[in-house]
């Protein structure tokens, strides 16, 4: 297991002290070194109880500030089977009918919606209108007209809404970042992000217009738009953007195989992107400034996140990503805590705009102005 608590327990308290004083951004992380968390803890309900539910709840176990304490699920098997592993009350338990009840439940603080994505939209704002904060997995919508009103909707509500973006928190990635923002790479002007795999059952609903919203640039090209933007620093002007489909029967319309795109940033930097649903080992981000680079791959898989620059390897700690960023959830949540990079509901719309360019990049074959 490579989570924190694993690492910590493994090496001596000198050894982390001298570790941790060249770990800048992963010392900052606001779960304290060497004293037991004594706080507020963020309980948590996970809707939606498939694949990266099961790998969330899990990483849960580890988390100093949060906890797993209640489900919403539309499979009452599911819902006996996690009440026994994660000893969670009945009271706790909700279907998708039912959980605007969870209004009426002090004990649940936020519900963390894991759904396939065109669900996320209506069950983030039915969260937001209990009173609930919401973290919602990525894409935070099927656009940014959806997106919009749920940043909204939580405004109103005065709940959090925040977006499961767990790169933000990957300590490789930060000093990555780090490195950029102290002008270590020079003046930055190329970006490279290849994201993709080989989808496999085409009766999946990510293989599903309706429940997908599209096809890979919804599901891993987002991690090559939002890696973009994270690691230039920038927010990009245009967009152009190509599609290319060798199995219409499988990939049918409106589910994208392979996208490529090409961002323009206000500095001159550019970046080269490829997302799909048909090519293995694309997991590769290529950052190069005047006076280094990054290259990082695995770039944004479950890790261990392997990567060089210009001084060497990166030695990081490996950890468990939904560990570190539900502990660093909570603490942006109940102790007003800023991320390094942004994981709000604003952060996720504006991915959400970018993909609507480049939709539309693709449709008209021109290049699409970026504009706020
Ligand atoms: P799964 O298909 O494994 O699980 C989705 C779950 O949603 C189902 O098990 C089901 O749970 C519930 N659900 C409710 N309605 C439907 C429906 N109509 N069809 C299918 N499932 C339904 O998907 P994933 O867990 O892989 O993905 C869920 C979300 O998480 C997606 O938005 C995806 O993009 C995101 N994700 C994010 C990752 C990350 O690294 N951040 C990695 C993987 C996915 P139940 O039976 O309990 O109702």
């Known amino acids: 297991m490579n989570t924190r608590r694993d690492f910590l327990q493994k090496i001596g308290a000198s050894a982390l002290m001298l570790q941790l004083s060249s770990l800048t951004s992963f010392a900052n992380s606001s779960v304290q070194i060497g004293h037991p968390y004594t706080g507020r803890v963020l309980r948590v309900a996970i809707m939606g109880l498939g694949g990266y539910g099961t790998r969330v709840a899990e990483a849960m176990n580890a988390c100093s500030k949060a906890k797993l304490v209640g489900v919403i699920s539309g499979t009452p098997s599911k819902i006996t089977d996690w009440q026994r592993k994660y000893n969670i009350p009945e009271k706790n338990c909700y279907n998708y009918d039912n959980f605007d009840q969870v209004k009426n439940n002090p004990d649940i603080d936020a519900i963390y919606v894991i759904t396939p994505n065109a669900l996320h939209h209506g069950q983030v704002i039915r969260a937001a209108k209990a009173g ?4 919602c997995e990525k894409p935070m919508a099927l656009n940014a007209e959806e997106g919009q009103e ?4 939580c405004e109103k509500a005065n709940v959090k809404l925040l977006v499961g973006y767990r790169m933000h928190f990957e300590p490789r990635t930060l000093e990555v970042v780090r490195m950029r923002n102290a002008g270590e790479f020079g003046k930055v002007m190329f970006f490279q992000g290849q ?3 080989k989808a496999g059952d085409p ?5 599903n217009k309706a429940l997908a919203g599209g096809g890979s640039m919804m599901d891993i090209g987002i991690y090559a738009l939002n890696g973009a933007r994270y690691m230039v620093g920038e927010e990009p002007i245009w967009v152009t953007a190509q599609e290319t489909k060798t199995d219409s029967e499988k990939f049918k319309e409106g589910v994208d195989e392979t996208v490529q795109f090409q961002l323009g940033f206000p500095g001159g930097a550019v970046a080269s992107c490829l997302s799909s649903y048909n090519i293995n080992h694309l997991d590769r981000f290529f950052l190069s400034g005047d006076n280094g680079f990054a290259e990082m791959q695995p770039s944004t898989g479950y ?3 392997k990567g060089r620059t210009h001084h060497g390897e990166l030695v990081q700690p490996i950890v468990t990503h939904q560990t570190v960023q539900m502990d660093e959830m909570a603490g942006i949540i109940f102790e007003k805590r800023t991320p390094v990079i ?3 509901g604003k952060e996720g719309l504006k991915d959400l705009k970018i993909i609507d360019a480049i939709y539309r990049a693709i449709k008209t074959g021109e290049k699409v102005m970026l504009t706020d």
């Open 132 to 135: 609930k904060h919401v973290i």
């Open 150 to 153: 749920m940043v909204d909707v």
């Open 195 to 197: 994201c993709g795999f």
């Open 203 to 207: 009766k999946q609903w990510r293989l």
């Open 303 to 305: 890790g261990p996140i």
């Open 342 to 344: 942004p994981v709000d």
